[in-house]
């Protein structure tokens, strides 16, 4: 990233999920909670556990 010089590091989060408005990102390893979030986003109604054996 510093090699490219155009990305701000002031502005990388640590955090699985990010969301800023309507705009929402994720780090590979929080899909789950990715989806969650879109979903209640969305306000579609759904069961958080779905994924849970």
């Known amino acids: 990233m510093d090699k490219l010089?155009?990305?701000d590091l002031s502005h990388?989060?640590?955090d699985l999920v990010v969301?800023?408005?309507n705009i929402?990102?994720?780090r590979g390893k929080g899909?789950?909670?990715f989806g969650?979030?879109?979903g209640k986003a969305?306000?579609?109604s759904f069961d958080e556990n779905w994924y849970r054996a």
């Open 5 to 7: 010089g155009f990305f």
């Open 12 to 14: 990388l989060s640590e």
């Open 19 to 21: 969301q800023d408005g």
């Open 24 to 26: 929402i990102t994720a």
């Open 31 to 33: 899909f789950i909670q």
């Open 36 to 38: 969650i979030t879109v």
């Open 42 to 44: 969305l306000q579609l």
